[in-house]
């Protein structure tokens, strides 16, 4: 019992730090008037009547808003019956499994990320640090997601891409959601989950996602990245990233004297 109450807070920890993430690029991005789409921006230098300073109150509002968001986010559970919890990950798509079926060909972490809407934690998958050139395909059908072209390092610990191929699909949520709670998806072709997408791509200059301004934060358990080299092997990524301990952890080196 208290085993899986571990297993369960710590899935919901990783999805709050996504979102987390998330909320605070939004500041960032109202902060430095980086938008997209303008909002608010055009609202934030007019005086009021009083003489107050509508920007600091805009910023009060702004901050009280996107706590809400957050702590709304963090307190609840991941919807894991499908896209805002309307939608099977089975009814409706072209690739049809058995319960059953799934778990004898995929991992424990596969299984519980795609077709639960699990979450790994971050900096788990050796794929979040695979730099090479090729296609990342989804673990459960092989359908192509993503081309490394698209890779970038957020440096949040999962692998991140500006943009999908049409093989991912999208959540269909609401101006506000997706800013501030980001949106699910999926894999178009078995409806397996594949992690969420942010609007916070133009933080990130000098990458893909600075043209996009999209960030998609993917859990690597779900890919399977096969790369372009002849011969090279194809990479699980469900496979834990080679764990290193900093310097600043590592303990003083003892010479004899």
């Known amino acids: 019992g208290h085993i899986c109450i571990i297993i369960v807070y710590q899935q919901q920890y990783c999805i709050a730090m996504k979102r987390v993430t998330a909320c605070a690029c939004f500041l960032l991005m109202w902060r430095f008037h980086i938008f997209g789409q303008g909002l608010l921006v055009s609202s934030l230098s007019t005086p009021t009547p009083s003489g107050a300073d509508v920007s600091s109150t805009a910023r009060r509002k702004i901050l009280a808003s996107a706590s809400v968001a957050l702590a709304a986010s963090t307190a609840t559970p ?3 019956n499908g896209f805002n919890g309307q939608r099977s990950r089975s009814d ?3 690739v049809q499994k058995t319960d059953s079926e799934w778990h004898s ?8 990320i795609l077709r639960e809407g699990g979450t790994e934690r971050p900096n788990f998958s ?17 359908t192509d997601l993503f081309e490394s072209s698209q890779k970038f ?3 949040t610990g999962w692998p991140s891409f500006a943009k999908g191929l049409p093989g ?11 800013r501030l709670l980001g949106a699910e998806l999926r894999c178009k072709s078995c409806g397996g989950h594949l992690g969420d997408v942010f609007s916070d791509g133009y933080l990130f200059v000098g990458t893909p996602a600075f043209v996009t301004g999209k960030r998609l934060c993917i859990d ?25 301990t900093p310097d600043w952890l590592k303990p003083p080196e003892i010479r004899p004297v």
């Open 78 to 80: 991941k919807i894991v």
């Open 92 to 94: 409706g798509y072209s």
């Open 105 to 112: 060909i995929l991992s424990s972490t596969q299984y519980n």
């Open 126 to 142: 050796i794929l979040e640090s695979e730099e090479r050139p090729g296609i990342f395909s989804c673990a459960g059908c092989a």
């Open 153 to 155: 390092h957020s440096g």
């Open 168 to 178: 991912v699909e999208n959540d269909n949520v609401g101006a506000v959601q997706a």
């Open 220 to 244: 690597g358990a779900a890919l399977v990245f096969h790369p372009e080299e002849d011969g090279a092997t194809d990479i699980r990524g469900d496979k834990a990233k080679p764990q290193t």
